[in-house]
């Protein structure tokens, strides 16, 4: 397979998951056969209580589109070399904001992308367990990749209230994946409509 030089791949895993999941080793797998290097960082950085959406972007900017500082989380755009992006769950939300950020980000393709993640999550918690998730500032959720219960920060939900999906403007070639009956993050959610 001839591929350009300059172009790289990353794998964003999805919430509560890790780099070690069967589908990022699935993925690592088939392009590992292709010749490629898949890329799929870690993004619970060994701080699953501290996650955020905007921790996730500057940890992906900084380890593999470095760049100067920027002015807010919408206006970062950068040139460099061709990048494509897949991201499951909330690592293909995360690759939209990537997409939306860097102009070397040429094409996206997104897994059951967690659009609408907090309108569709908050609620399956119910409004007790928010309560108190807000005043007691952690709330103990699954992680599928440790295998076990960890604390997540109320900042996760403060911080999503800085990337209104409205400001997702850049139009980049993007292919979704989503099942029919996703109970988590339904197929509605998604940004992008089949008719379009």
Not at 40 to 62: C, V, W, Y
Not at 176 to 190: A, F, N, V, Y
Request: charge should be negative.
């Amino acid at each position: 397979m001839n591929l350009p030089n300059d172009s790289s791949y990353i794998y964003l895993h999805g919430f509560a998951s890790s780099p070690d999941s069967a589908k990022a080793k699935y993925f690592r797998d088939r392009f590992s056969y292709l010749g490629i290097d898949l890329k799929t960082p870690a993004l619970n950085q060994n701080d699953f209580s501290g996650l955020t959406l905007t921790r996730q972007l500057n940890q992906i900017e900084t380890e593999f589109l470095p760049t100067e500082s920027f002015q807010s989380p919408t206006e970062n755009v950068k040139n460099l070399g061709e990048v494509t992006i897949i991201g499951s769950s909330f690592g293909g939300l995360t690759a939209a904001w990537l997409a939306q950020r860097q102009l070397s980000v040429k094409q996206i393709v997104l897994l059951a992308p967690a659009f609408e993640f907090i309108s569709h999550w908050l609620p399956l918690l119910g409004q007790q367990q928010l309560e108190k998730w807000q005043s007691e500032k952690y709330l103990p959720v699954y992680h599928y990749g440790e295998q076990h219960y960890q604390q997540l920060n109320y900042q996760f939900v403060a911080d999503m209230a800085q990337y209104p999906e409205e400001k997702l403007m850049r139009s980049v070639p993007t292919l979704i994946l989503h099942g029919k009956h996703d109970t988590i993050i339904p197929i509605q959610c998604d940004s992008f409509s089949p008719n379009e």
